[in-house]
């Protein structure tokens, strides 16, 4: 899985002009999901987001968590994400996670996210949709769950 986080003051997504999820202060979290993705990957990513310190303290500009300043999630499926742009020009989607496998993990990864603690909206799984939002920070951050298996936990916790 692969998601990429925005901190924002605000953001909405709509489907035909319709807004179907609408934030406030929080995260928009764009989510791919590979083939060979498990309920684990998504547990582990929505956990990960949940504790991510990328929101300020009166100390640091970086050292709180979307659920320590009581901040939303709108998360948004975006299999463009799993692309691979090695060869060519045209993206390859491949190694997206069927339809079917990807909207499942999808809901797997929001429901994590809300036991955590997290107001989760969503887009639309699958749908042509209009994401606006206004990037705080700006702070945006890519988290690869594959890399995050492989890279442990390290860092300044």
Do not use: W
């Amino acid at each position: 899985m692969r998601a990429v986080l925005q901190r924002v003051s605000k953001a909405e997504v709509r489907v035909d002009g319709e807004t179907v999820g609408a934030i406030g202060r929080g995260v928009v979290v764009l989510l791919g999901v590979f083939s060979g993705d498990t309920d684990a990957d998504a547990a582990a990513l929505a956990d990960k987001t949940a504790k991510l310190r990328i929101f300020p303290s009166d100390h640091r500009p970086i050292d709180r968590s979307v659920v320590d300043v009581a901040g939303s999630a709108l998360v948004v499926s975006q299999f463009t994400l799993c692309a691979d742009t090695r060869k060519g020009n045209r993206p390859s989607f491949v190694a997206a996670a069927p339809p079917e496998e990807a909207e499942r993990l999808y809901g797997v990864y929001c429901a994590r996210l809300r036991a955590a603690g997290v107001p989760v909206e969503t887009g639309r799984f699958g749908a042509m949709m209009d994401v606006e939002l206004v990037n705080d920070g700006p702070v945006t951050i890519v988290l690869d769950g594959r890399q995050e298996d492989a890279a442990g936990s390290g860092g300044n916790g």
